[in-house]
């Protein structure tokens, strides 16, 4: 099993910035891929940045030259710096691992966009 816990989320102001956290235990060295994803109500889940299995970043189109994702060097922690953010960035974000079991989530953090 590998768990996931986030934080970070909140409510800011337009223009402003957040920083979330995703921290991963257990069976760490069973992760291939670490993402964010988010999800508003009435609406599918989506990808908002990830890092694939050789390292390389992949971002949604609204989000590039906003977002940027990073991670520690053991790999165990995945964050993601937003900037910038607007009323359309609001939504609850998800950190995902794909593991040589599968998939894992997170809780879920809130982020409000907000004035």
């Known amino acids: 099993q590998v768990q996931l816990v986030e934080s970070g989320g909140g409510l800011v102001q337009p223009g402003g910035s957040l920083r979330l956290s995703c921290a991963a235990s257990g069976s760490i060295f069973r992760i291939r891929t670490m993402a964010w994803y988010r999800q508003t109500p009435g609406k599918e889940r989506e990808l908002v940045a990830r890092?694939?299995?050789?390292?390389?970043?992949n971002y949604a189109d609204s989000v590039k030259g906003r977002f940027t994702i990073s991670r520690d060097s053991a790999k165990t922690t995945v964050y993601l710096q937003m900037n910038s953010l607007n009323p359309e960035d609001t939504a609850i974000y998800y950190c995902?691992?794909?593991?040589?079991?599968?998939?894992?989530w997170g809780q879920g953090t809130q982020v409000s966009v907000s004035s």
């Open positions: 995902h691992v794909l593991t040589t079991w599968g998939p894992f």
């Open positions: 890092f694939t299995s050789d390292g390389s970043t």
